[in-house]
């Protein structure tokens, strides 16, 4: 799976840190999420949807081939 967390975290001003802290998580998760190591969680994804006011499948969308 694809994502756009760093572009959603970094148009709103937030370092990985910050993200990590609001979002309850380490900043290695955001790391690895940003990085597609590892995909998070349902319940994350739609925490960090909320905190971007955006929704899930404008953050993270499947690859044609996926």
Do not use: C
Not at 2 to 18: C, E, I, L, T
Not at 28 to 42: C, D, F, R, V
């Amino acid at each position: 799976m694809k994502n756009k967390v760093m572009n959603y975290r970094k148009r709103n001003g937030y370092s990985q840190d910050k993200l990590a802290l609001i979002l309850g998580v380490s900043r290695q998760t955001i790391i690895s999420i940003e990085k597609g190591k590892y995909n998070p969680s349902l319940p994350l994804a739609l925490q960090m949807a909320r905190e971007f006011h955006t929704a899930v499948e404008d953050i993270f969308f499947l690859e044609d081939n996926e």
